[in-house]
């Protein structure tokens, strides 16, 4: 199975700075199409997880442009320019190039 | 709108069967792989179950396998998942998810299963 490591697991943030957040593969998940097969999610309190990256970079329908991801392989970052309060809740990767699927154990961003 | 609605969770005894169901609509469910994701409370979130677009192809994590089993009726737009042998460690929030470009990018709100005594 491939492990997906993520890292810090608490993000605490103060509004209008930017934050990053580490995920590593035990794996690569560049598959043979060119493309990366790694995903982020964010669970808002209380809600169902939205994605947010996927393809490693490519950001999802209605993503702020503060997101964005990169990495390509094993390493990968999502970063978010400029925090917002709105941000706030535990943020997942996610590899899809092999089953079984694996998620990061998450990141919590609060503010400070 | 995209909508995905489950039903089906409740409180089960160690041992015992439920059928999960997640109905959608606002669009083509027949074009998109679906998935089963479960969170256990106060955990992360651990994929379960994947269907191909016609069912002729199914993938389950290890810990259900020869439990549970991933179904879908297309004419219904209905996903389904039936759970057997229900273990304490199956008590969780039970998500179906609609895949596009490998990414699960809409999700139910999830129903709870929880297996005790």
């Known amino acids: 199975d491939i492990v997906m490591t993520q890292s810090p697991l608490y993000l605490p943030v103060t509004p209008g700075e930017p934050a990053s957040i580490s995920c590593r593969s035990s794996q690569s998940l560049l598959h043979s199409s060119g493309y990366n097969y790694l995903d982020w999610y964010l669970q808002k309190p209380g809600q169902s997880p939205q994605l947010l990256i996927y393809?490693?970079?490519n950001r999802a329908s209605g993503v702020p442009d503060r997101f964005s991801g990169s990495g390509s392989g094993t390493d990968f970052t999502l970063k978010i320019s400029r925090v917002e309060a709105e941000d706030v809740g535990v943020y997942y990767c996610?590899?899809?190039?092999?089953?079984?699927?694996?998620f990061g154990q998450g990141t919590r961003l609060e503010i400070k | 709108e995209v909508q995905l609605v489950e039903s089906g969770g409740g409180l089960v005894q160690p041992g015992g069967s439920l059928r999960l169901s997640c109905v959608v609509s606002g669009f083509t469910f027949s074009s998109h792989w679906m998935h089963w994701v479960r969170q256990a409370p106060g955990k992360g979130l651990e994929w379960v179950a994947t269907?191909?677009?016609?069912?002729?192809?199914?993938n389950y994590v290890d810990s259900v396998k020869g439990r549970f089993t991933i179904s879908r009726d297309n004419a219904k737009n209905s996903l389904y998942l039936q759970m057997n042998s229900l273990r304490a460690e199956d008590t969780a929030v039970y998500h179906c998810?609609?895949?596009?470009?490998?990414?699960?990018?809409?999700w139910g709100q999830g129903t709870l299963v929880t297996v005790s005594s």
């Open positions: 269907i191909k677009l016609d069912g002729s192809q199914k």
């Open positions: 998810a609609r895949s596009n470009f490998a990414a699960y990018d809409w």
């Open positions: 393809f490693g970079s």
């Open positions: 996610m590899q899809a190039i092999q089953v079984p699927i694996t």
